[in-house]
């Protein structure tokens, strides 16, 4: 297409190569050549990254404090343990939905066994993986991606519960 405009002009058409060039300069490079190192930099940067670190040690400590069933036995005393496990709580919330507290609580009340919904919901809503208005009405999830850890933790304990 930009060839053909270009020869409408009355210009002679320009060669491959210059067209490359020219779409190359367009783009922010000095030339074709420019633009093929970069790219070709940038995917091997990609596939150099390292996989994000997993503090494995407090995943297992969180795996822990759950039971066969997949659910929560007991509040852990350590917040990077706690924030862990209310990653698992979050994933249990359904997406995208409006609730209202009760089925918050009816929720929790099926993934724990302390009998506590309210600490979850608090800190839940603390680390802004949820909201509800000031009331305490319509609470909904925040879709976030979780942390590495948290995600291996969710893996964990799905297995659990489907085995």
């Known amino acids: 297409n930009l060839a053909l405009q270009l020869k409408a002009e009355d210009h002679p058409a320009p060669s491959h190569l210059s067209l490359m060039n020219m779409l190359a ?14 790219h070709s930099s ?33 509040w852990p005393s350590k917040r990077a343990v706690q924030d862990l496990c209310l990653w698992v709580m979050w994933s249990r919330l359904p997406s995208r939905e409006i609730m209202h507290e009760r089925d918050v609580n009816g929720i929790f009340n099926q993934a724990h066994l302390f009998h506590d919904p309210a600490i979850i919901r ?11 208005n000031r009331d305490g009405s319509d609470y909904q999830r925040l879709e976030l991606a979780p942390l590495p850890e948290a995600l291996a933790l969710i893996r964990h304990i799905d297995a659990r519960r489907a085995a």
């Open 25 to 38: 300069r367009a783009a922010g490079f000095r030339n074709f050549q420019h633009l093929r190192a970069a």
């Open 42 to 74: 940038e995917v091997q940067l990609a596939q150099n990254v390292p996989p994000p670190l997993i503090h494995h040690k407090r995943v297992k400590r969180a795996l822990n404090l759950f039971d066969e069933a997949g659910q929560l036995t007991q």
């Open 122 to 132: 608090r800190g839940l809503i603390s680390m802004k993986l949820l909201t509800r």
